[in-house]
C-alpha cells in the first residue's frame, strides 16, 4: 500500500513539471520500435505524453513546431540494469551505496539512495539513456541484494525520479566458477562458500515462508515482510546469474519454489534457450562486451547469445554489467555488438527499449512511439546504434532535458582556454 | 658364509615375499673409512658373485645366465664367465639385473630449511631485502652457495621407499628459491652416516622461477622479474670475477664486498658445474633455453611433463630433460555443464601426457625419469611408467632413462648408470619383464656391494603340480598351486583351498574332509625348500600327523610379452594446443582485392572502388586497377571494407605470470619480452576483431615499470615469433594514484613514494643516476676497473640516449605537466598513455612532440579520471598532438574500431581522422609507422577486410591478414569451431569411465591432498573469490587460461 502510495505520489510530480505548452517534432525519421519506421513524420508532445504521431499530427492550436527533419526520433534508451545513482567514484568508499552488508536484504530499497545530483545521470542522459533500473548490487556475500526502482533521469529528488517501485527483489546466485589456476585452497573455498550460500537461499525462502504463513501474528520482520510479494507471485524475482551451472541452479530452484523469475546476466542462457522459452522465463542479458567464459568457445559466443535468444522465441532485453553506471551511456553499442552477430539491428533497438519496459511491467508507459505512451524520447543525427552519432536533444515524460553535463563543460571549458580566453 | 643352503638350483625358480629388511649378505661397508674404529672390527670379505642371472649390463647389452662379480662394492665384471673361486655365490637364476636406478630430482636426506627469519616483511609491507646470515647476497632467494651436501641428513625409512622401488643413488636436489643451491648424489643405503652415502657433492646448481606472492611484496612478484634478477646476478658474478682480478693488479682500489653467491656461481658460469634448471610450463623451455644461450650454461631441463609439446625445441638445443611421470587426473567432465569449463587443451594433455617420454625418446632426446611430482609415488611409479611403456616409449629407453642418463647427466657416468667393471655395485634384481608388467616384481637392491632384500629370493616358487605324502591322516596325493603372487591357491581334484608363502614356508589351509577330519578347514604350514616340503600338524589336541611332498612339474610365472606399439593420439600437431591452434603458419600468399573501399589511411585517403595488391608479405599497390603480382589469389572486394591491422599502444595480453613487477619503485630491468604467452586465446580473439599489432605494456605499479614488447598478431607463432621486428625498444612509466598506492588498501603506505611530489622525484633521481652510470661506462676504457653492468640502470640510460623510448601512464594535468618538464630537461620525448586530462595541457604535450594515447570514455571510477572526457582524443588532436585510443583490455582490443567512432560523435573529427585514432596515429605513437599504420606501397600487408564501414558498430572483420598471411578467416573460424565440439564430445566420452571410477574412489577415503607451500588467499569474507583475487594471483596463471580480464587497468589494480 505504502509503495503505491509513493508511486502515485511520483507519477504526480512527474506531471507537475512536464510541459504544458503541446509540442510538435516535426521531419525527423520516427523509429517507433513498436509499428515501424515513420519516414519523416510528426509527433505530438502533450501533457508529458505522445498524443499522436503519424506521417502528419493534428497539433492543437499554439503547439511548438520543432523541425528536426533529416533527423531520428527514437524512444529513449531503459538500461535494466544499473547501479546509477548508487555510486560516483567507484574507488571512494564514502561515495558507494550499492551493496548492503549481509547475505538477505530484500528489504532494502535501492530508490532511497539515488543520488539526483549525481554526475553520472546527464551524461548517460546526453545519449539517449532516459530510464534506469537501479538494482541494489551483491556485496561479498550477497544474495538477496534488495529491490530494485525504475527511475528516469529528471527530477529534483529521487520521488520525483521513480517511475516504478519495486520492480523487483534481486538476488544473486551464488558461483562455484573459479579460474582452475587459482589456488587449490581458493577453489576449496569458493566451493565451500557457494554450498553455504545455497543452503542460505534455501533458509531464507523458508523462513520467508515461516512469515507469510504466520500472517503478520507475530513481530514484524522487514526482511520476509518485503519477500511477501515474491512468494505471492506479485513481484518477480531477479536472479542474477550468468554461467550454465548457475542458470542451471536458478531454474531448479524457481520451479521448486514456484517463483516468477527474471534471469538477469545469462552468458550462458543461450544453451538453456529451449527451456527459457518452454517455461516463459525473460531474460535481461548483460553486456555483450564481456569476453567469452572459456577459451576454448568461439569468439563471438557473447555477441551471438542474444541472436540465439531471439531465433528460439525467449523474451529478453539488453542491458548493461550493473558495476558500469558511468559508461551506461554505452548501452546502444553493447547492443549493436549483439547486432552485428546475428540479432539484427531492428531486434536490438528493440531490446533496448520496448522489451525492457515489457520485462519490467512498464510498457503501457515506455518503450517505444505510440500515442498514449510517456514522451520519454530523443534525437540523433543517425543511426543511434552507431558509435559516431550524435543524441542532440532529448524529452522525458514530455519535458526537454538539458544534454550539458560535466564532460561537455569540461569540453567547452578548455576549448576557450586554446581560443585564447581567460580562466572563468 | 658360501653356504650351499643359499643355493637354488634351476628351474626351481625363487619368488618375492615382500620382506623389506636388509639381507644379511655382502656385509662389508664398501667405503674405506677415516673414522676411527671402535670395537672390533669387522672384515667380512667382500667378493660376492650373483650367478644365473639375466645379466642387463647396459640398455641393450644382455648376457643370459651370467655372473656379475662384485668386490668390496664395486663391479668387477658381468659377463658368462664362472665365479672366481673365492666368492660367495648367489643364484639368481630366473631373475634379471638391472643397474641401480637414480632418480636425478628428490628431496631426500635434507633438512628442513630454517624457518624464515622474524624479520620477514609483514603482509603487504614495502620491500625490504631480508637479511640472510652470512656474507651472502642481497636476495634471499639468491643462494646459490647452498650446498646440500654440507647438511646431509640420510632417512632410513625414506631410503627404503625409494628402494622397493628399485632406486639406489638419488640426487639430493635444493627446492627453495631462485638461484636454490648445490645438489648431492646419495646412495640409499641403510647408513645415517653421511659420508657413506654421499657419492658426489655439488652435483649442480638448481634454478627455478619462483616469485614472491601476494601478499609478500619481496623482490621478485613476477615471472619477468625472476629472470632479470637471474640475469643481473651472473651479470654480477662475471663483473666480480673481473674486478677482482683488476683488484689484484690495483692495490689501492677500494676493496670489493664479499659475496659468497656470486662466488658459488663461478663454477656454472665457466660451464664446470651443470645448472638443473626448473620448468613449470612448456613456455619456460624457450626462457630457460634463452638464458642458458646468454650465459653459456651447462643447462640440465627439469621437466613438467609438457615436453612433447615442444619436442623440436628441447631436441635442436642439444639439452637433456628430468621428466616426471605426473599424468593429470581425469578431467571433471561427469556434469555437462561444469564440463564447459575444461578446455580442449586440458582435453589433450589428459590423453597425451603417457606419451611424453616415448615424444622425447623418438626425438632423440636426451632424458631422465624421476619420480618427483607423483603424490604417491610408491603406487604410482610403476603403474605410470608402464603406462608410458604402454604407450609406446621402448623399455631400453625407459631403462637408460633411469640408469645412463641421469648417470651421465650429472657427471657420475664412471660410477653409476651400468653393470660395467668399475662401477659401483648398485643392482637392481627383478623380473625380467619389470617395465611391463604390473605383476612383475623387484625382489633387491644392492648398494655398493650391500644387499637389501624388497622380496626374498629365498623362497621358491611353489606353483606346480605337487606329489604329497601324508602320514597320519589322509590328505590328497597331489596338488596343483596356482595364481598370482602373493594370492595362491591349491586344487585337489574338484575343491580349491587357499594357500600363502613366505619366509620359506609354505601354508596350506585345506577343508578338513579333505584330509578327512571333522574339521571346517585346518592350516598346514611346511617348510619350503628347493628340494620340496615338509612338515607336521597336529589333530584333536593330541594326535601329530606328517607331510612331505615334492614339486613334480614347476610351473613359474612366465614373463609378459612386450605389446605392440600403440598409435600416438594424433599425428597432427598444432600450436598452440587445443582449441584453434594451427597446424602450420598460413602461407604467405600474393593476393590482389579488387573493387573493394580501401581505407588506405595514408596519403591516398579513402577510395571507393579500389585495388590493393600484396605479395611477399609487403603491400605493393594500392588504387584503381592495380597489377596482380605474380601467382596472386584474387578476391571479390566489392561491398567490402579493407582497412590497416588495427594497433594496440596498450595491451597487457599475452603475459604470463604477472604484468607488474611492483615490488621496487624502479625496475626497468624487466622485460615484457621474457614473459610472452603465445598460448593467449586474446591474440586470436583480437585477430577477429581486425587488431593486428599491441605494446605490452608492464603495469602502472611502479614510477618506472618495465621494458614493454611490441608484437604481431601472430596467432600459432611461438614467442619469439610474435615480437614485430626492429620495433624500437620502449618503456613504460607511471604517475599518479597507481604508483603512490592509494588504491591498494590501508597497510600500503611505507614504500617511497606516496605522493605526486616523490614520483617526479624519484623519476629525476633515476635519470641523474643513470647519466652517471653512463658516464662511468664511459670513463672505463680509461682506469680498465670494470664498471658493474646495471641492468636497471643500463635500461634508462638507454632512454636518455634516445635508444629507448617512454610510455608513460598518466592522469592528471599536474603530474603530465611535471613529467614533461622533466621530459623536456633531459630531452626526451615520451608518449603518455591514458592521459585523461591531456586535453587540460595539450598545448604542452603539442610543444614537446608527446605523443597521447588514451582511453575513449572510460571515467568516473577513480579520483584521478573525475575529469576524464570522451572529447580528450579530439581535443588534443586539433592542439596537433598525436593522439590515439587504446584498450588496455583484452575485451576492448578486439573492437577498437568502434572506439574509434567515437571521436566522430565526440568533438566531430573527420572519418579518417577519426580512424587514425587506431591505426596511423597508433603506429607513429610506437614509431612503427614506417612499417605499419596504413595501406602504402611498401608497408607490411597487415589489414582486415570488413564486410561494412569498420568505423560502424555494426561491422566485423571476415578476414585478418598479417604479413599477408591469412591469420583469421571467419569460414575457418566456423570450421574450427565444429572440429572443437568433435574432439571435445570424444575426449569427454573417453575420459568419463575413468573419471567417474576415480570419483567413487575418492569418495570412499577423502583424500586431501597438500600441494605444498600455499599462497596466501584473500578471498571474500565468507571465502568466495574475488575480482581482486584473480588480480592478486594473476602470476599463477600459466598458459592456456581462458582469457579471464586480470590484467586490466578497470580492474582497479596498478596496471
Keep these: 500500500m505504502k509503495t503505491l502510495l509513493i508511486a502515485v505520489l511520483a507519477a504526480l510530480a512527474g506531471s507537475v513539471h512536464a510541459a504544458d505548452k503541446p509540442v510538435v517534432l516535426a521531419g525527423a525519421d520516427l523509429y517507433?520500435?513498436?509499428?515501424?519506421?515513420?519516414?519523416?513524420?510528426?509527433?505530438?508532445?502533450?501533457?508529458?505524453?505522445?498524443?499522436?504521431?503519424?506521417?502528419?499530427?493534428?497539433?492543437?492550436?499554439?503547439?511548438?513546431?520543432?523541425?528536426?527533419?533529416?533527423?531520428?526520433?527514437?524512444?529513449?534508451?531503459?538500461?535494466?540494469?544499473?547501479?546509477?545513482?548508487?555510486?560516483?567514484?567507484?574507488?571512494?568508499?564514502?561515495?558507494?551505496?550499492?551493496?548492503?552488508?549481509?547475505?538477505?536484504?530484500?528489504?532494502?530499497?535501492?530508490?532511497?539512495?539515488?543520488?539526483?545530483?549525481?554526475?553520472?545521470?546527464?551524461?548517460?542522459?546526453?545519449?539517449?539513456?532516459?530510464?534506469?533500473?537501479?538494482?541494489p548490487q551483491a556485496g561479498d556475500d550477497g544474495l538477496l541484494t534488495g529491490q530494485s526502482a525504475l527511475i528516469k533521469l529528471d527530477g529534483w529528488t529521487w520521488e520525483e525520479m521513480s517511475l516504478k517501485e519495486p520492480v523487483g527483489v534481486h538476488l544473486a546466485w551464488p558461483s562455484t566458477r573459479v579460474p582452475p589456476w587459482l589456488p587449490r585452497e581458493a577453489q576449496e573455498k569458493a566451493a565451500e562458500a557457494a554450498k553455504k550460500k545455497l543452503g542460505e537461499i534455501d533458509q531464507a525462502f523458508r523462513d520467508a515462508r515461516a512469515y507469510r504463513a504466520a500472517k503478520g501474528a507475530g513481530k514484524k520482520d522487514l526482511r520476509w515482510e518485503a519477500m511477501i510479494p515474491v512468494l505471492d507471485g506479485k513481484t518477480p524475482l531477479f536472479v542474477h546469474a550468468d554461467n550454465a551451472v548457475q542458470i542451471r541452479e536458478a531454474l531448479e530452484f524457481s520451479r521448486r519454489e514456484q517463483l516468477r523469475i527474471v534471469l538477469v546476466g545469462g552468458v550462458d542462457a543461450w544453451r538453456f534457450a529451449d527451456t527459457l522459452k518452454a517455461r516463459d522465463v525473460p531474460v535481461i542479458l548483460g553486456s555483450s562486451h564481456n569476453l567469452p567464459l572459456r577459451r576454448w568457445e568461439a569468439y563471438d559466443t557473447i555477441y551471438a547469445n542474444a541472436g540465439k535468444l531471439a531465433k528460439a522465441g525467449v523474451r529478453f532485453a539488453i542491458a548493461n554489467d550493473a558495476q558500469g553506471s558511468s559508461n551506461e551511456r554505452n548501452l546502444p553499442y553493447q547492443a549493436a555488438s549483439y547486432a552485428a552477430f546475428g540479432l539484427g539491428a531492428e531486434n536490438a533497438l528493440r531490446a533496448i527499449t520496448l522489451s525492457p519496459a515489457e520485462i519490467l511491467g512498464v510498457a503501457d508507459r515506455l518503450g517505444s512511439l505510440d500515442a498514449g505512451k510517456d514522451a520519454t524520447l530523443f534525437v540523433a543525427n543517425g543511426d543511434a546504434l552507431e558509435d559516431a552519432t550524435q543524441v542532440e536533444r532529448a524529452w522525458i515524460q514530455g519535458r526537454e532535458v538539458n544534454m550539458a553535463n560535466k564532460q561537455t563543460r569540461l569540453y567547452e571549458k578548455y576549448q576557450r582556454k586554446y581560443e585564447g580566453k581567460p580562466r572563468d | 658364509m658360501r653356504r650351499t643352503m643359499l643355493r637354488i638350483h634351476r628351474p626351481a625358480a625363487a619368488l618375492g615375499v615382500l620382506v623389506g629388511l636388509a639381507g644379511s649378505i655382502g656385509g662389508a661397508l664398501a667405503q674405506v673409512d677415516t673414522a676411527p674404529v671402535e670395537g672390533l672390527r669387522e672384515n667380512t670379505p667382500g667378493l660376492i658373485a650373483l650367478r644365473h642371472a639375466r645379466l642387463v649390463v647396459k640398455p641393450g647389452q644382455v648376457v643370459e645366465d651370467g655372473t656379475l662379480v662384485m668386490r668390496d662394492g664395486v663391479i668387477v665384471s658381468a659377463g658368462s664367465g664362472a665365479a672366481p673361486a673365492d666368492a660367495l655365490e648367489i643364484d639368481l637364476a630366473g631373475k634379471t639385473v638391472f643397474a641401480g636406478f637414480v632418480d636425478a630430482q628428490t628431496d631426500y636426506a635434507q633438512v628442513a630449511d630454517p624457518a624464515p627469519p622474524a624479520s620477514q616483511p609483514p603482509i603487504a609491507m614495502p620491500f625490504s631485502p631480508t637479511p640472510q646470515q652470512g656474507a651472502r647476497h642481497w636476495n634471499s632467494k639468491v643462494r646459490p652457495e647452498r650446498d646440500v651436501a654440507q647438511q646431509l641428513k640420510p632417512d632410513a625409512k625414506k631410503a627404503e621407499t625409494l628402494r622397493k622401488l628399485g632406486f639406489t643413488t638419488v640426487l639430493s636436489a635444493p627446492d627453495k628459491g631462485i638461484f636454490r643451491g648445490q645438489s648431492a648424489l646419495v646412495a640409499l643405503g641403510e647408513s645415517t652416516r653421511a659420508n657413506d652415502v654421499l657419492i658426489k657433492p655439488q652435483v649442480a646448481q638448481h634454478l627455478a622461477f619462483e616469485l614472491s606472492r601476494f601478499p609478500a611484496n619481496e623482490y621478485p612478484g613476477s615471472l619477468m622479474g625472476a629472470i632479470a634478477l637471474m640475469r643481473q646476478t651472473f651479470y654480477d658474478t662475471r663483473w666480480q670475477h673481473d674486478r677482482l682480478a683488476w683488484q689484484a693488479k690495483h692495490r689501492d682500489a677500494e676493496r670489493l664486498e664479499a659475496n659468497l653467491a656470486l662466488d658459488a656461481l663461478?663454477?656454472?658460469?665457466?660451464?664446470?658445474?651443470?645448472?638443473?634448471?626448473?620448468?613449470?610450463?612448456?613456455?619456460?623451455?624457450?626462457?630457460?633455453?634463452?638464458?642458458?644461450?646468454?650465459?653459456?650454461?651447462?643447462?640440465?631441463?627439469?621437466?613438467?611433463?609438457?615436453?612433447?609439446?615442444?619436442?623440436?625445441?628441447?631436441?635442436?638445443?642439444?639439452?637433456?630433460?628430468?621428466?616426471?611421470?605426473?599424468?593429470?587426473?581425469?578431467?571433471?567432465?561427469?556434469?555437462?555443464?561444469?564440463?564447459?569449463?575444461?578446455?580442449?587443451?586440458?582435453?589433450?594433455?589428459?590423453?597425451?601426457?603417457?606419451?611424453?617420454?616415448?615424444?622425447?625418446?623418438?626425438?632423440?632426446?636426451?632424458?631422465?625419469?624421476?619420480?618427483?611430482?607423483?603424490?604417491?609415488?610408491?603406487?604410482?611409479?610403476?603403474?605410470?611408467?608402464?603406462?608410458?611403456?604402454?604407450?609406446?616409449?621402448?623399455?631400453?629407453?625407459?631403462?637408460?632413462?633411469?640408469?645412463?642418463?641421469?648417470?651421465?647427466?650429472?657427471?657420475?657416468?664412471?660410477?653409476?648408470?651400468?653393470?660395467?667393471?668399475?662401477?659401483?655395485?648398485?643392482?637392481?634384481?627383478?623380473?625380467?619383464?619389470?617395465?611391463?608388467?604390473?605383476?612383475?616384481?623387484?625382489?633387491?637392491?644392492?648398494?655398493?656391494?650391500?644387499?637389501?632384500?624388497?622380496?626374498?629370493?629365498?623362497?621358491?616358487?611353489?606353483?606346480?603340480?605337487?606329489?604329497?605324502?601324508?602320514?597320519?591322516?589322509?590328505?590328497?596325493?597331489?596338488?596343483?598351486?596356482?595364481?598370482?603372487?602373493?594370492?595362491?591357491?591349491?586344487?585337489?581334484?574338484?575343491?580349491?583351498?587357499?594357500?600363502?608363502?613366505?619366509?620359506?614356508?609354505?601354508?596350506?589351509?585345506?577343508?578338513?574332509?579333505?584330509?578327512?577330519?571333522?574339521?571346517?578347514?585346518?592350516?598346514?604350514?611346511?617348510?619350503?625348500?628347493?628340494?620340496?616340503?615338509?612338515?607336521?600338524?597336529?589333530?584333536?589336541?593330541?594326535?601329530?600327523?606328517?607331510?612331505?611332498?615334492?614339486?613334480?612339474?614347476?610351473?613359474?610365472?612366465?614373463?609378459?610379452?612386450a605389446k605392440a606399439k600403440p598409435a600416438l593420439p594424433s599425428r597432427e600437431r598444432r600450436y598452440p594446443y587445443g582449441e584453434f591452434g594451427r597446424l602450420a603458419p598460413p602461407p604467405a600468399q600474393n593476393l590482389v582485392v579488387r573493387h573493394a573501399t580501401i581505407w588506405t589511411q595514408g596519403p591516398q585517403g579513402k577510395l571507393e572502388d579500389a585495388d590493393i595488391a600484396v605479395a611477399n608479405g609487403k603491400i605493393v599497390a594500392v588504387g584503381k586497377g592495380v597489377k596482380a603480382p605474380a601467382g596472386a589469389v584474387e578476391i571479390d572486394g566489392r561491398g567490402k571494407h579493407v582497412a590497416p591491422g588495427i594497433i594496440d599502444t596498450h595491451s597487457h595480453m599475452a603475459v604470463a605470470k604477472g604484468v607488474n613487477e611492483g615490488s621496487h619503485a624502479v625496475t626497468s630491468e624487466v622485460r615484457i619480452g621474457d614473459a610472452l604467452d603465445p598460448t593467449d586465446i586474446s591474440i586470436y580473439r583480437v585477430l577477429a576483431g581486425g587488431t593486428t599489432s599491441a605494446q605490452l605494456l608492464h603495469g602502472s605499479a611502479n614510477p618506472i615499470g618495465g621494458q614493454s614488447q611490441i608484437i604481431k598478431m601472430r596467432w600459432g607463432a611461438d614467442a619469439d615469433g610474435l615480437r614485430f621486428e626492429n620495433a624500437p625498444p620502449t618503456i613504460k612509466f607511471a604517475l599518479g594514484e597507481n604508483v603512490k598506492q592509494s588504491n591498494w588498501g590501508d597497510t600500503f603506505t611505507k614504500r617511497y613514494p606516496q605522493t605526486r611530489m616523490g614520483v617526479e622525484q624519484i623519476d629525476l633521481d633515476t635519470f641523474l643516476a643513470a647519466q652517471e652510470y653512463g658516464e662511468a661506462l664511459a670513463k672505463q676504457g680509461k682506469s680498465g676497473e670494470p664498471v658493474r653492468r646495471d641492468l636497471r640502470l643500463e635500461t634508462?640510460?638507454?632512454?636518455?640516449?634516445?635508444?629507448?623510448?617512454?610510455?608513460?601512464?598518466?592522469?592528471?594535468?599536474?603530474?603530465?605537466?611535471?613529467?614533461?618538464?622533466?621530459?623536456?630537461?633531459?630531452?626526451?620525448?615520451?608518449?603518455?598513455?591514458?592521459?585523461?586530462?591531456?586535453?587540460?595541457?595539450?598545448?604542452?604535450?603539442?610543444?614537446?612532440?608527446?605523443?597521447?594515447?588514451?582511453?575513449?570514455?572510460?571515467?568516473?571510477?577513480?579520483?584521478?579520471?573525475?575529469?576524464?572526457?570522451?572529447?580528450?582524443?579530439?581535443?588534443?588532436?586539433?592542439?596537433?598532438?598525436?593522439?590515439?585510443?587504446?584498450?588496455?583490455?583484452?575485451?576492448?582490443?578486439?573492437?577498437?574500431?568502434?572506439?574509434?567512432?567515437?571521436?566522430?560523435k565526440y568533438g566531430d573529427l573527420s572519418e579518417v581522422e577519426a580512424f587514425n585514432f587506431v591505426t596511423m596515429n597508433a603506429a607513429k605513437n610506437l614509431r612503427i609507422d614506417q612499417r605499419v599504420g596504413s595501406l602504402e606501397a611498401g608497408k607490411d600487408a597487415d589489414f582486415a577486410i570488413w564486410n561494412a564501414s569498420p568505423l560502424s558498430s555494426l561491422a566485423m572483420p571476415e578476414q585478418t591478414y598479417v604479413d599477408g598471411r591469412k591469420y583469421f578467416d571467419r569460414n575457418d573460424d566456423l570450421a574450427e569451431r565444429a572440429r572443437i565440439e568433435t574432439e571435445r564430445e570424444r575426449l569427454i566420452g573417453k575420459i568419463l569411465p575413468e573419471r567417474v571410477k576415480a570419483l567413487a574412489k575418492k569418495d570412499d577415503k577423502k583424500d586431501k591432498k597438500d600441494d605444498g607451500a600455499k599462497p596466501q588467499f584473500a578471498g571474500s569474507h565468507d571465502g568466495g573469490v574475488t575480482t581482486a583475487d584473480l588480480v592478486h594471483f594473476a602470476t599463477l596463471r600459466g598458459p592456456y587460461h581462458d582469457g579471464e580480464p586480470v590484467n586490466t587497468c578497470s580492474a582497479q589494480e596498478a596496471h
Excluded: C
Design chain 2, 266 to 561: 663461478e663454477a656454472p658460469l665457466a660451464g664446470r658445474q651443470p645448472v638443473l634448471f626448473a620448468t613449470e610450463d612448456e613456455l619456460d623451455y624457450a626462457r630457460v633455453l634463452a638464458l642458458g644461450a646468454e650465459f653459456k650454461l651447462k643447462l640440465i631441463l627439469g621437466g613438467n611433463g609438457y615436453e612433447y609439446r615442444e619436442v623440436a625445441r628441447i631436441k635442436n638445443a642439444g639439452v637433456p630433460v628430468v621428466v616426471p611421470l605426473a599424468y593429470p587426473e581425469a578431467p571433471a567432465v561427469e556434469d555437462p555443464e561444469r564440463a564447459l569449463d575444461v578446455g580442449l587443451a586440458e582435453l589433450e594433455h589428459w590423453e597425451w601426457a603417457p606419451f611424453n617420454a616415448r615424444v622425447l625418446a623418438e626425438a632423440g632426446v636426451p632424458f631422465a625419469i624421476t619420480s618427483a611430482g607423483l603424490k604417491k609415488p610408491e603406487e604410482q611409479f610403476w603403474a605410470n611408467l608402464r603406462k608410458a611403456v604402454a604407450s609406446g616409449l621402448d623399455e631400453q629407453f625407459a631403462l637408460a632413462a633411469l640408469t645412463v642418463q641421469p648417470a651421465t647427466m650429472l657427471g657420475a657416468a664412471d660410477k653409476l648408470g651400468t653393470l660395467e667393471p668399475g662401477k659401483l655395485a648398485q643392482i637392481v634384481v627383478a623380473d625380467a619383464d619389470l617395465f611391463r608388467s604390473d605383476k612383475a616384481r623387484i625382489y633387491e637392491t644392492w648398494i655398493d656391494g650391500k644387499r637389501y632384500a624388497v622380496a626374498s629370493v629365498d623362497t621358491p616358487d611353489p606353483r606346480g603340480v605337487w606329489n604329497l605324502t601324508w602320514r597320519g591322516v589322509n590328505g590328497p596325493a597331489s596338488i596343483e598351486i596356482g595364481g598370482d603372487l602373493p594370492d595362491l591357491t591349491a586344487k585337489a581334484g574338484d575343491k580349491s583351498f587357499p594357500v600363502s608363502v613366505g619366509d620359506r614356508r609354505l601354508s596350506l589351509y585345506p577343508p578338513g574332509e579333505l584330509v578327512g577330519v571333522k574339521r571346517e578347514r585346518l592350516a598346514v604350514v611346511l617348510s619350503l625348500t628347493a628340494d620340496g616340503v615338509e612338515g607336521r600338524g597336529q589333530i584333536d589336541g593330541a594326535r601329530e600327523f606328517q607331510v612331505s611332498g615334492k614339486l613334480a612339474t614347476a610351473k613359474p610365472r612366465v614373463a609378459d610379452a
Design chain 1, 32 to 135: 517507433t520500435v513498436s509499428h515501424g519506421v515513420i519516414p519523416r513524420g510528426e509527433l505530438l508532445i502533450e501533457g508529458g505524453k505522445i498524443a499522436a504521431l503519424g506521417a502528419k499530427v493534428d497539433a492543437p492550436a499554439g503547439a511548438e513546431r520543432i523541425d528536426l527533419s533529416g533527423k531520428r526520433i527514437y524512444p529513449g534508451y531503459l538500461a535494466a540494469n544499473s547501479n546509477m545513482g548508487l555510486t560516483e567514484v567507484d574507488a571512494v568508499r564514502a561515495t558507494v551505496d550499492q551493496a548492503e552488508v549481509g547475505a538477505v536484504n530484500p528489504n532494502a530499497r535501492a530508490l532511497v539512495a539515488v543520488d539526483a545530483d549525481s554526475e553520472l545521470l546527464p551524461v548517460a542522459r546526453a545519449n539517449g539513456v532516459l530510464s534506469v533500473l537501479v538494482v
Design chain 2, 796 to 904: 634508462v640510460w638507454e632512454i636518455l640516449q634516445k635508444k629507448r623510448f617512454v610510455h608513460i601512464h598518466s592522469y592528471r594535468q599536474d603530474e603530465i605537466l611535471a613529467f614533461a618538464r622533466l621530459a623536456q630537461r633531459f630531452g626526451i620525448v615520451p608518449v603518455f598513455q591514458h592521459i585523461l586530462e591531456g586535453y587540460k595541457v595539450a598545448d604542452v604535450l603539442a610543444k614537446l612532440g608527446a605523443g597521447a594515447s588514451g582511453f575513449t570514455d572510460w571515467w568516473a571510477y577513480k579520483m584521478e579520471v573525475a575529469d576524464a572526457i570522451p572529447y580528450n582524443g579530439a581535443l588534443m588532436a586539433k592542439q596537433g598532438v598525436v593522439a590515439s585510443f587504446n584498450s588496455d583490455s583484452d575485451e576492448l582490443s578486439r573492437r577498437l574500431n568502434t572506439e574509434a567512432a567515437k571521436a566522430i
